[in-house]
Each structure stands twice: as structure tokens, then as C-alpha cells.
């Protein structure tokens, strides 16, 4: 990276071609990604609440939504591997949160 702000911006690898987990401040491998093990780079989970769909669903049901124990646990697991925790919450047409999601 040639960049004159290189040590100031966070980049990652989310462009181009087979470039995810090659490059950039952190890692971002794939969805829901955890490797397992303490890696020596940093890293990135993204991931979403719901288990069917980034965005927001009026027909989802309660049981399609991470429960708060799974939530934690995802956190947990991520942090201690030296991950960041990316949580998607879809919002309504109207750029709301339900507040089922709030909760």
C-alpha cells in the first residue's frame, strides 16, 4: 500500500478478485468467518442476526433470529480468536429497527 494515509486508514480486502485473507488492516474472509485459532492478523466476522437474510424479512419468525446466548458465544468466540464483530441488523423500508431486533 502507497498510500500517504495508509497509516491512518483501515482498509480491507472486500474488492477485486480472489483478494479475501490476502491483504489490507484486517481480513475479511468470508461470511460468519471464524478461524478457529488466534491468527497473527486481524480479522473481521461479518455476520447478521438473521440466519436466512441480510436484510430485513416482515415474515421472519422469532426462531430465524440468532438467539442472544448464539450471539454472545459468536462475540466470544471471535474476540478471543483476535477478531472484530461486524453484526448486521436489517432495517425496515423506512430505516427502522423492529424491536424485536432491538431486544
Not at 480491507?12 to 492478523?41: E, I, V
Not at 473481521?44 to 446466548?69: F, K, P, V
Not at 477478531?83 to 431486533?101: D, K, W, Y
Amino acid at each position: 500500500n502507497e498510500s500517504p494515509v495508509r497509516d491512518t486508514v483501515v482498509t480491507n480486502d472486500r474488492w477485486g478478485y480472489a483478494t479475501a485473507c490476502k491483504h489490507g488492516g484486517f481480513y475479511t474472509c468470508s461470511d460468519r468467518f471464524n478461524p478457529g485459532h488466534l491468527l497473527p492478523h486481524k480479522w473481521e466476522n461479518c455476520m447478521t442476526i438473521d440466519r436466512h437474510s441480510w436484510g430485513y424479512r416482515r415474515n421472519a419468525q422469532l426462531c430465524d433470529y440468532l438467539t442472544i446466548e448464539e450471539l454472545v458465544q459468536t462475540l466470544v468466540e471471535t474476540v478471543s480468536c483476535g477478531g472484530n464483530l461486524l453484526m448486521n441488523v436489517g432495517p425496515t423500508h423506512e430505516g427502522t429497527i423492529i424491536p424485536r431486533s432491538e431486544e
